[in-house]
């Protein structure tokens, strides 16, 4: 009678076929990147972006106008005075001079500030070259209100302005800057900080690539058998026992006495009979 060993199993899956849901898995062949309609017609090709680097530059740049007249009235005054031999400052612990500087470093600040809200605002969608468009406009707009303030306010001429004020006259002093790099890189400097604030905060988001085809990877019902032992549905058999693997159905019956192996065996016998 043959016999089985109930507490064998066989494994599932092999050991070394990676599960359906293995993120380490290679995609399947013929897949593909898939990205959300839309999101690469929106942005801007190369000659798009320079059109509007251009026209950024050129609009912060002329900006500068109107940071170097809000410049020229606002910034204090340094009052002089002569006495036909040479110009003294009138007060000469004033702070008129510096406060020059600090008008125009914080009217820049501000300048900076709306420039780099305005860009992002309007091309939210602009690459790199637009953010190289407003640094160098913002470059440009600080040296043009530089040089606006300092064309239109008092001349530069001192000597000539003590003449014609005459004797212990106050007259004011050239409008200019002591720290001139460090206040024209006022503007570039806030327009790029706060681009950059604005783009981490509310900048566009680039999608999730999908691949195509193979949508239910991660998810969902597994398509197709899986691989290994059991896959067909069917239900999973035991394994053979010991005794079936050896080809043995049960314990061997005996099939009779046997006889003396020698001269006396079967053989023997069987001449025996024949003899007789």
């Known amino acids: 009678?043959?016999?089985?060993?109930?507490?064998?199993?066989?494994?599932?899956?092999?050991?070394?076929?990676?599960?359906?849901?293995?993120?380490?898995?290679?995609?399947?062949?013929?897949?593909?990147?898939?990205?959300?309609?839309?999101?690469?017609?929106?942005?801007?090709?190369?000659?798009?972006?320079?059109?509007?680097?251009?026209?950024?530059?050129?609009?912060?740049?002329?900006?500068?106008?109107?940071?170097?007249?809000?410049?020229?009235?606002?910034?204090?005054?340094?009052?002089?005075v002569s006495d036909d031999t040479a110009v003294f400052l009138k007060n000469s612990e004033g702070e008129e001079?510096?406060?020059?500087?600090?008008?125009?470093?914080?009217?820049?600040?501000?300048?900076?500030?709306?420039?780099?809200?305005?860009?992002?605002?309007?091309?939210?969608?602009?690459?790199?070259?637009?953010?190289?468009?407003?640094?160098?406009?913002?470059?440009?707009?600080?040296?043009?209100?530089?040089?606006?303030?300092?064309?239109?306010?008092?001349?530069?001429?001192?000597?000539?302005r003590a003449r014609e004020a005459g004797r212990g006259v106050t007259f004011d002093a050239p409008l200019e800057l002591h720290a001139v790099w460090a206040a024209v890189l006022a503007w570039p400097f806030a327009a790029m900080g706060i681009h950059l604030l604005l783009t981490a905060a509310f900048g566009p988001r680039d999608p999730e690539p999908e691949w195509a085809g193979f949508s239910g990877y991660y998810g969902g019902a597994v398509q197709g058998p899986?691989?290994?032992?059991?896959?067909?549905?069917?239900?999973?058999?035991?394994?053979?026992?010991?005794?079936e693997a050896s080809g043995s159905a049960g314990p061997a019956e005996p099939s009779g006495p046997a006889g003396p192996s020698g001269p006396g065996g079967p053989s023997s016998s069987a001449g025996g009979g024949g003899a007789g």
């Open 226 to 243: 899986l691989a290994g032992p059991g896959a067909s549905g069917g239900p999973v058999e035991p394994s053979a026992g010991p005794a």
């Open 97 to 160: 001079a510096i406060g020059a500087d600090g008008t125009f470093v914080l009217l820049a600040l501000g300048f900076g500030a709306l420039s780099a809200a305005a860009v992002f605002w309007r091309l939210r969608r602009g690459g790199v070259l637009v953010v190289v468009g407003l640094a160098l406009g913002a470059l440009a707009a600080s040296l043009i209100a530089w040089r606006v303030g300092v064309w239109l306010g008092p001349s530069s001429d001192v000597v000539a």
């Open 1 to 80: 009678m043959a016999w089985h060993d109930g507490t064998v199993t066989a494994p599932l899956t092999p050991p070394d076929q990676p599960g359906p849901h293995d993120p380490w898995q290679a995609p399947p062949s013929g897949s593909h990147l898939a990205y959300a309609s839309g999101s690469q017609d929106d942005d801007p090709d190369t000659a798009t972006e320079l059109r509007q680097a251009a026209l950024v530059a050129v609009l912060v740049a002329l900006a500068g106008i109107v940071l170097g007249l809000l410049w020229l009235w606002l910034a204090p005054r340094v009052p002089l």
